[in-house]
């Protein structure tokens, strides 16, 4: 059974840095695509950044060169380190997954696409205050 425990987030001035982790329980995908979404209060869930089995990136444009998203095999944690934190980055932030046998393609079609992923965390809130 796979599981997805995110921690790092807390409360933060705007400028500040946070990192996420995610640690994936029972996650024996070789091949894999894996995202961070956030979703603020009566916004619909976004896509922040992935980070597929190849080591290719993508990132939402608003967090280009403030986010950074990496992994470590061997531990299956991956990373969501956010710098020059702003007001607006204050969400529930989620890490999700999925096992796919074409992990570039697939992450680069689908890493905005929250349904495209079937291996969701519980979140972990990060705030940002001005």
């Known amino acids: 059974q796979v599981r997805l425990v995110e921690s790092g987030g807390g409360s933060v001035p705007a400028g500040g840095s946070l990192r996420l982790s995610c640690e994936a329980a029972?996650?024996?995908?070789?091949?894999?695509?894996m995202g961070w979404f956030r979703q603020a209060p009566g916004k619909e869930r976004e896509g922040v950044a992935s980070?597929?089995?190849?080591?290719?990136?993508n990132y939402e444009y608003s967090v280009k060169g403030r986010f950074a998203i990496s992994r470590d095999s061997s531990n299956n944690t991956f990373y969501l380190q956010m710098n020059s934190l702003k007001a607006e980055d204050t969400a529930m932030y989620y890490c999700?997954?999925?096992?796919?046998?074409?992990?570039?393609?697939?992450?680069?079609?689908?890493?905005?696409?929250?349904?495209?992923?079937?291996?969701w965390g519980q979140g972990t809130q990060v705030t940002v205050s001005t």
């Open positions: 980070i597929d089995s190849d080591g290719s990136t």
């Open positions: 029972g996650y024996s995908y070789s091949n894999y695509c």
């Open positions: 999700a997954a999925e096992g796919v046998p074409g992990p570039h393609d697939y992450c680069s079609a689908s890493w905005r696409k929250a349904r495209d992923f079937g291996y």
